[in-house]
Nanobody, 125 residues
Framework: QVQLEESGGGWVQPGGSLRLSCVASERTFSGNGVGWFRQSPAKGREFVAGINQSGSSNIANAAKGRFTISRDRAKNTVYLQMNNLNEDDSGVYYC???????????????????WGQGTQVTVSS
């Protein structure tokens, strides 16, 4: 399986920004979609954003207008830029690979085959 590593989490005040990174251990992103999910005690696991192998992004309604997902193929890295964060965005953020996922499959965790260890995001005043 692919080894994924997330980074960029931390504490931020409401209204602040963070950029998360997801790096793969090998050149696997080119044939896969990549998605971000978050896990919290209150809400369980939620889809946040995903990008398929063609570069089309799928953003959860709660994140639209605030979050963007992008990929740097040369660095084998996918980024999640999060702006105007609020307390509901707190949680552990995981990235995963979604083999040959079409755009509409990105929000469904059952299509993912590899996951990172997660990075904690805490939004509070």
């Amino acid at each position: 399986q692919v080894q994924l590593e997330e980074s960029g989490g931390g504490w931020v005040q409401p209204g602040g920004s963070l950029r998360l990174s997801c790096v793969a251990s090998e050149r696997t992103f080119s044939g896969n979609g990549v998605g971000w999910f978050r896990q919290s005690p209150a809400k369980g696991r939620e889809f946040v954003a995903g990008i398929n192998q063609s570069g089309s992004s799928n953003i959860a309604n709660a994140a639209k207008g605030r979050f963007t997902i992008s990929r740097d193929r040369a660095k084998n890295t996918v980024y999640l830029q999060m702006n105007n964060l609020n307390e509901d965005d707190s949680g552990v953020y995981y990235c995963g690979t979604c083999p040959r996922c079409i755009w509409s499959s990105l929000p469904q965790a059952r299509h993912y085959d590899s996951w990172g260890q997660g990075t904690q995001v805490t939004v509070s005043s």
